[in-house]
């Protein structure tokens, strides 16, 4: 993630800046259409105010960098505490949620995940942050709590919607035993084609079965398989939100009982929670009202338990009871 620790701000900066000048140069005139097929990505940045002016694009790298220098730097709260300006943690008033500024993500970034992170995956990483839509792929704290949550359930066969360059591809990969597989979904192989090397070179290649195309089409061809119904352990759907729900449908035949569905980009920015007139783009107005019904559509689903995490973009974890 771009606003990370300092061992690989570098490569970040670069790509941010990057990607600044071909906005401003107006090279991005598809960029919004593209962004809303294949689906833009998290930033663990809070709601804006509305008082902010023009409409607010929910995934970008420059909004990002804006409101880590608003808000969160540490010489603000260096600033606060010597003002006097400091808060109690909890109170009535407050809200039991963390990730308060991009300053406590950092922290967490830097003392617990980057220094476990695995190899492949930061290479990965680092290779993916180079790309255009780079943003898209998982952060790396969502893929350490993917790997526990796998391990802790001994996942051996996993379902992915949405591979990108395939960082939550090799994460799978790598938590899930040598026998195990993922039937890995997207419409691009290309993308798949930048992160393969990696994957090859982890040693996990042969547990990824990627399947180019639409997932409805592919999900479909699982189903018609009747030894795939209850086969699957697990599944990690991140593609495109307007179909969440058709997935979820899908996917509840696919995953055994007791398995888990997880959905991401829950929260999306959280912008489900900002006004409906606060000013989004159209693609992420778009994205959002997806996300909101998708939202209740689990809420009431009895045939799941569901939990929401605040985790990167909101992750939503079910587990199907019947
Ligand atoms: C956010 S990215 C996935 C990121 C990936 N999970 C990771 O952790 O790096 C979304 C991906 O979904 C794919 N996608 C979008 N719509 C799709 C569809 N209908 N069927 C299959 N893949 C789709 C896009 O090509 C894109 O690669």
């Not at 990969?173 to 040598?178: E, G, K, M, S």
């Not at 597989?181 to 990824?208: L, M, T």
Request: charged share 25%; net charge neutral.
């Amino acid at each position: 993630m771009f606003m990370a620790g300092t061992t690989v701000c570098l490569a970040q900066v670069s790509w941010v800046v990057r990607a600044a000048a071909r906005r401003a140069s107006g090279g991005g005139g598809s960029r919004a259409a593209t962004r809303r097929l294949l689906d833009g990505r998290r930033r663990s940045w809070r709601p804006e105010s509305p008082a902010v002016r023009g409409p607010m694009q929910i995934h970008s790298a420059r909004k990002a960098t804006q409101q880590r220098a608003q808000r969160g730097s540490p010489a603000r709260s260096t600033a606060m505490a010597a003002s006097g300006e400091v808060k109690d943690i909890h109170t009535k008033e407050s809200t039991k949620t963390l990730l308060k500024n991009e300053a406590l993500y950092e922290y967490m970034l830097n003392t617990m995940v980057y220094p476990r992170e695995n190899e492949h995956l930061r290479e990965l990483r680092l290779i993916t942050e180079q790309h255009d839509y780079g943003f898209m792929l998982s952060p790396p704290d969502e893929e350490q709590m993917l790997s526990m949550l796998l391990k802790v359930m001994g996942a051996r066969n996993t379902i992915e919607v949405g591979v990108f360059t395939g960082g939550s591809v090799l994460a799978t990969a790598l938590a899930i035993p040598d026998d195990g597989k993922i039937v890995a979904i997207d419409v691009s192989r290309e993308y798949f084609d930048i992160g393969r090397p990696v994957i090859e070179k982890a040693g996990v290649a042969h547990k990824v079965d990627f399947r180019e195309g639409p997932a409805l089409n592919i999900l479909d061809d699982l189903l018609a398989d009747e030894g795939n119904e209850g086969k699957f352990d697990f599944a990690f759907v991140d593609a495109d939100k307007g179909n969440y729900g058709n997935y979820h449908e899908q996917l509840l035949r696919l995953v055994r009982v007791g398995g888990v569905l997880a959905y991401d980009n829950t929260l999306w920015g959280g912008s489900v929670a900002m006004p409906d007139d606060a000013p989004l783009t159209e693609g992420d107005r778009e994205i959002r009202a997806a996300i909101r019904a998708f939202n209740a559509k689990i809420a009431a689903d009895a045939r799941v338990e569901a939990v929401q995490l605040p985790v990167a973009d909101g992750i939503t974890l079910c587990r199907r009871v019947v």
